[in-house]
């Protein structure tokens, strides 16, 4: 086998929330914080990989959006959707899950509807590659079908019904936007993502009062008022926690893993080949 290393492999990775970004910025190899184009960021250069991770916001618009104008900036390779996501069937927490598709249910009211939603295919080649990844230690890879929502899922009977509705495995809010606009742009785009709510826990609050325009006023207040919540957010806290652990763990691999030739042989890389 003649390995030719491969030509600057470059990676936008996208997350939702500081935690997220911090979850993988604790392994990013050579990592450093920077502002790109007004977002926070971390940004690692190696001999065979540039990689760039952006916190977008919460939510689709704030993914599509962001997504959208770092793809215009420069030349890229592929496009990762990371961070937390809810569980849609009995996957523990701290669970990785590498998507095969997401699709877009547009507004949650047709979260029941009996319309076909609209389907962004994950990147087959990189998928395989990924799972083909061995893990020394956590859970191992799940991999199957996520479901994009416009809002938070607080109640598991949503989720419940979600999943058996859809047959995905996980839900959250801005793989499917992140996903379009990749598409758009002709990338590949991969999820991965980590499980930090089950599908039978309901969520302490409603986090959807934090999403709209100085909601977390409010938030704060009812949170402060409401005793009887502390409890769920100290478990969501630890659930949180666990899977931070997890997605660290898994870009620990993936990053020690890009450079080999067996990875880049696996995504067709035209740098590899078998004489």
Known sequence: ?????????????????RVELNAVGRVLPRGISINFLGYTGLKSQTASTYVLVIQTGIGS????????????SEAWDVVISTGFAGALNSLPIGSLVIGQEVLLLGQTEGLLSDSDPQSIECHPDWVKALLGMQLIYG??????????????????SQKRILGERTGAVAVDMESGAIGQVAKQYGLPFLIVRSISDGVNEDLPIDFNMFLKPFGWVGGVGHVLSTPGCWKGFFQLYRNSRQAGIQLSNFFKFFFATLPTPAFFMAINKSGAEIS
Not at 1 to 17: D, G, K, N, S, Y
Not at 139 to 156: E, I, K, N
């Open 139 to 156: 859970y191992p890879l799940q991999h199957g079908c996520f479901v994009a929502t416009d809002r938070v899922l607080t109640q598991s």
């Open 1 to 17: 086998m003649i390995w030719q290393e491969p030509l600057l492999t470059r990676i936008v990775i996208l997350t939702a929330t």
């Open 61 to 72: 618009d704030k993914a599509g959006s962001v997504t959208r104008k770092i793809l215009e």
